[in-house]
Nanobody, 115 residues
Framework: QVQLVESGGGLVQPGGSLRLSCAVSGSIFSIHIMGWYRQAPGKQRELVATMTFGGSTNHADSVKGRFTISRDNAKNTVYLQMNSLKPEDTAVYYC?????????WGRGTQVTVSS
């Protein structure tokens, strides 16, 4: 089992940047995939970016070139660097860890992009 705690959300102007953090505790060495997802009001939760245990990454087309998933193994933390933010990026951002066949979620952090 793992525990995930997101932080770093907030209000930012269009074109600005934020870095989200996901602190991971528990059975971290059993994690197969880590990911960031987001859910905007009235919409389904969608994938933003993932990283495998081996370090391979995948980013949704809507964020490619603007967002980057990374990790710091020494700090047991996964990050989502978000640049050139747009109003349509406004959502609650969730961290997810997969230890097959189970998935674990954090409680989310709100990101609001508005002038």
């Amino acid at each position: 089992q793992v525990q995930l705690v997101e932080s770093g959300g907030g209000l930012v102007q269009p074109g600005g940047s934020l870095r989200l953090s996901c602190a991971v505790s528990g059975s971290i060495f059993s994690i197969h995939i880590m990911g960031w997802y987001r859910q905007a009001p009235g919409k389904q939760r969608e994938l933003v970016a993932t990283m495998t245990f081996g370090g391979s990454t995948n980013h949704a087309d809507s964020v490619k070139g603007r967002f980057t998933i990374s990790r710091d193994n020494a700090k047991n933390t996964v990050y989502l660097q978000m640049n050139s933010l747009k109003p349509e990026d406004t959502a609650v951002y969730y961290c997810k860890a997969v230890i097959s066949p189970n998935a674990y979620w954090g409680r989310g952090t709100q990101v609001t992009v508005s002038s």
